[in-house]
């Protein structure tokens, strides 16, 4: 049992980081740099038959969020911590401003209009959240269920009023975010287990429900094995899951809209409907092998000027990439994503405090998720979520946040780095 419950202390006993791994924070800074000047060429060329671009206000955002960037870096995480309730606060009514006169397009109401500029409050609320939940679980202890209220109560807040908008890419960044803090600050394995059966369930009630009759005495047999009072928490995780999957073709119904229920199942084969909801899948498959292994050569996509996908410099932009970059572009930016998140774990290891180990370890689990998720929506392998691709997709309230997000991640990795000094 012990050894499937990571506590924080464990991570921060690890050692320091040597002399040799000390002056390692430029890939902090070269990596997001590269990957939003890449991400606006490839704007340019998707858009280069546009007579008003996108890729200069891309590129403006982008150097507004490296000198933000800069700026947070050289402050203390910790002065935040005294600012968490207000931030948090005003996160939430900003959502619920978008809610009452928000600005709508694509079918989602999604972005507040301030001065004429567009501004996403959902992605700040990432941030937000990721912020107000080290601050909690920095004092937290999983020593019993109760303990986990607090937290789901602070992402279930800004979860339902996104999810609602309806954007369902971004409401399911919150939940990974949630289960790798909490996993990181010492939840036992079988209760974050626990926490995503209700996704299996769902999945099996629709796909495969002979599979309920052995999955669902397992989840009973892991809450009797981790929770207290054995018996009645194993009887009441049982009908919980008993109840998700009754309740889901109900919800499959009535609770999604026909284009998410498309973008959930038509990845699967998107033949079935080429010219509706499988058409952006296609089309992305399309693109990214037609780039072969060198690719077509940047500003130089066919699939890309002719615009065979609609909003191709938001979710789809690594389609672009893999025909104007083939093979070999898309894995260096596989690559550069991988070192980035390695080295953000690895400050997260060595981090002064709990809580900026939890700040970075957020962060790190947002840009994985946003990554994993858009990558393999663009090859075909996951659901249509409306994810983008970190600093490369177009999105100026999104490139900002993960900009201000790596101001935050440098500012803890100079703050360890002084501390190793010291010793």
């Known amino acids: 049992m012990k050894n499937l419950i990571i506590t924080r202390n464990s991570f921060l006993r690890r050692k320091r980081p040597n002399k040799s791994f000390k002056d390692f924070n430029f890939i902090l800074w070269i990596i997001p740099s590269i990957l939003f000047l890449l991400g606006g060429i490839l704007i340019a ?36 911590r005294k600012y968490l309730s ?60 109760s303990k986990l209220i607090k937290p789901l109560l602070v992402i279930f807040i800004p979860w339902i009023l996104v999810f609602i908008q309806p954007d369902l890419g971004t409401s399911l960044v919150f939940g990974a975010v949630l289960l790798v803090m909490m996993y990181w600050s010492g939840m036992p394995f079988e209760w974050g287990l626990i926490f995503l059966s209700g996704i299996f369930t769902a999945i099996f009630s629709g796909v495969f429900k002979i599979i309920l009759f052995l999955w669902i005495p397992f989840l009973g047999f892991l809450a009797y094995r981790s929770l207290p009072k054995k018996r009645l928490i194993s009887l009441l995780v049982m009908l919980s899951q008993i109840a998700i999957a009754w309740m889901t073709p109900w919800l499959w119904t009535y609770a999604l809209q026909d284009y998410q229920k498309d973008r959930l199942t038509l ?29 077509t050569g940047l500003l130089q996509g066919q699939l890309t000027r002719l615009n065979f996908i609609p909003e191709q410099h938001t979710d789809f932009i690594f389609s672009a990439l893999g025909e104007e970059t083939g093979f070999l572009g898309t894995i260096f930016v596989v690559v550069s994503f991988s070192l980035l998140i390695l080295r953000l774990l690895a400050i997260a290891r060595t981090a002064r405090t709990d809580f900026e180990s939890l700040v970075v370890v957020g962060i790190a689990s947002m840009f ?29 309230t999104a490139l900002i946040v993960n ?21």
């Open 368 to 396: 994985m998720f946003q990554v994993i998720v858009n990558v393999f929506m663009n090859i075909g392998l996951g659901p249509v979520t409306g994810i983008p691709l970190p600093f490369m997709s177009y999105g100026r």
């Open 403 to 423: 900009f201000i997000s790596i101001g935050l991640c440098i500012s803890v990795a100079r703050r360890s780095l002084s501390l190793s000094k010291s010793l």
């Open 45 to 80: 060329s998707i858009q280069r038959q546009v007579e008003l671009s996108n890729w200069n206000p891309h590129l403006i955002t982008g150097l507004i969020g490296i000198a933000i960037a800069f700026f947070v870096a050289q402050s203390p995480v910790d002065l935040i």
């Open 86 to 145: 207000p931030i948090y606060f005003l996160t939430i009514l900003s959502l619920i401003a978008v809610l009452l006169f928000g600005t709508e397009a694509f079918g989602a109401q999604r972005w507040l209009s301030i001065g004429g500029i567009n501004i996403q409050p959902s992605e700040i609320a990432k941030l937000t959240s990721i912020l107000v939940l080290a601050g909690i679980l920095d004092r937290n202890e999983f020593d019993n269920p």
């Open 267 to 295: 990845f699967l084969d998107p033949g079935k409907d080429p010219l509706g909801g499988g058409y952006h899948l296609i089309q992305s498959q399309i693109g990214i092998g037609s780039g072969h292994l060198l690719g």
